[in-house]
């Protein structure tokens, strides 16, 4: 190996040691996909939504290993009480990640239920209702978001679905609210959830998407 060589490799080999390290210390450290399914009555009144997260890799794999208990690759009924219990619940002290808006007033679900954990091809998938059913007129923003962004949420194409009779129209679409913004720690470990309410030095900014709803 020639000097130059050497050198091109003990540069490679720097820049490794300083990277990997700031991979795993760097804020977000879980990644969700989220799909949300918005359901009205036959009378035509909006009921509440079903939200829909699809896990990274790693994340799957960690609660996949813990809690599949008897290792078949599905999580049976209990399996799935057991996620709840014991790798859900906790995200009530979060809002669930979920912002419901009409005008300025924002609120979040204060519980969710039918909550079902299921596994495919290694990737874990939470799916759960939220109870939309006191919020009146035809128009509503929903974001679902973790401000403290240890979790990037994802809405990927063809996320919005309507399960509606005939006389509803709903129309939705998803654009950043300027007026929330979420500041967070790049550089932060995985175990600091620290809420910023202002901008500081050391900081950096995410707009939460919101899907705007109109029927």
């Known amino acids: 190996m020639n000097l130059s060589a050497k050198l091109k490799r003990a540069l490679l080999l720097s820049i490794l040691?300083?990277?990997v390290p700031?991979?795993?210390c760097a804020h977000p450290?879980?990644?969700i996909k989220n799909?949300?399914?918005f359901v009205w009555n036959d009378s035509g009144n909006l009921q509440g939504a079903y939200l829909t997260w699809s896990f990274d890799r790693f994340f799957s794999s960690d609660i996949i290993k813990w809690l599949d208990t008897d290792h078949d690759g599905t999580?049976?009924?209990k399996e799935s009480e057991s996620v709840y219990n014991h790798a859900f619940i906790n995200l009530r002290h979060y809002y669930y990640y979920t912002f419901i808006r009409q005008g300025k007033t924002r609120t979040n679900p204060p519980k969710v239920s039918d909550f079902h954990a299921t596994q495919k091809e290694g990737i874990m998938t939470y799916r759960f209702f939220i109870d939309l059913s006191s919020y009146k007129g035809r128009d509503l923003y929903l974001a679902v978001y973790d401000y403290t962004y240890f979790c990037?949420?994802?809405y990927p194409d063809n996320c919005v679905s309507f399960t509606c009779p005939d006389t509803i129209h709903p129309v939705y679409k998803i654009a950043e609210n300027?007026?929330?913004p979420v500041y967070y720690d790049p550089l932060s470990p995985a175990t600091d959830t620290s809420v910023y309410y202002k901008w500081?030095?050391?900081l950096q900014t995410y707009y939460p998407r919101e899907i705007h709803l109109t029927w």
Do not use: R, W
């Open 152 to 154: 990037d949420i994802e």
């Open 29 to 31: 450290h879980v990644f």
């Open 35 to 37: 799909s949300v399914n």
């Open 17 to 19: 040691s300083v990277a």
């Open 200 to 202: 500081a030095p050391g």
């Open 178 to 180: 300027k007026q929330y």
């Open 75 to 77: 999580f049976s009924a």
């Open 22 to 24: 700031l991979q795993l």
